[in-house]
């Protein structure tokens, strides 16, 4: 389930130890463009799905964390997914994003991740670079993920950790 980062802000200045035990493996983040920007124009936002969807709804105006956690009540076996739907394990509700988009895994007595295209319509990037549907990439701690139009910060839990207190320095 998704959360605004200034509860993750506000639980880690409240008891920074606590916070960092409770954290997931890994998170994705999502910061919304500056409302000086104005939303996307037809041109910037032309990857569009069968739906023929508009631009971006997510992300109003405060950045959102995603936690990368497998549900119970998602089957899919390979580990977790994104998508548009309520079925996914991380929901992405954009119209650029196809309802099973993508997926995060781990290789056994491996400690980084691994993202996998599912063969969605408008693509899947790690740091700039396209994957090639369903063969797995790995994703390493700060980098920019893109699942369709959906830029977003991967952190595993310390890099979010490490990130926060950064921000949080005076």
Sequence with gaps: ????????????????????????????????APLS????????????????AGTPTLGASEAVVFPVLKSRTNAFGRGVTVGRTGNNDVVLDDGSVSRFHAWFSREEGQPGFLLTDAGSKNGSWVGGARLTPRKAAPVEDGARLRFGQVEVAFYTASGFARMLAVRMAP
């Design 37 to 52: 920007r104005g939303p996307l124009s037809e041109e910037e936002y032309r990857m569009k799905t069968v739906t023929n």
């Design 1 to 32: 389930m998704s959360e605004l980062l200034s509860a993750h802000v506000s639980r880690f200045l409240r008891n920074r130890g606590e916070f960092e035990r409770s954290l997931p493996p890994a998170l994705l983040v999502f910061t919304p």
